[in-house]
């Protein structure tokens, strides 16, 4: 019998468990540097939302859209794209 074979029923609970965690990671909003400015760009989105002059300023900004926007997370990024920090939302 072929190993990589899964029967419908697991294959169904794989499914929901996916879209399931889909859900959760959708809504956050990323706050990072990007040249002399603190960019926020929502997920999914290919524009920048808008730029700060402070690193604050952005995360004051974005906790403001995530609360008007029912978003879960804002993530915080240094300028090589590494996490430094998530705020929850909520």
Known sequence: MNANFIKAED???LNRWLRASA???QHRIFVFPINDY???KFEGS???YRK???KSEAIKEAKKQATKRH???IIVQNDL???TS???AN
């Open 38 to 40: 603190w960019g926020i």
């Open 52 to 54: 700060y002059r402070d």
């Open 11 to 13: 294959r169904t609970k």
């Open 23 to 25: 859900k959760l990671n």
């Open 81 to 83: 794209g590494l996490i």
């Open 71 to 73: 978003s879960r997370k």
């Open 86 to 88: 998530e705020i929850s």
């Open 46 to 48: 290919k524009r920048l």
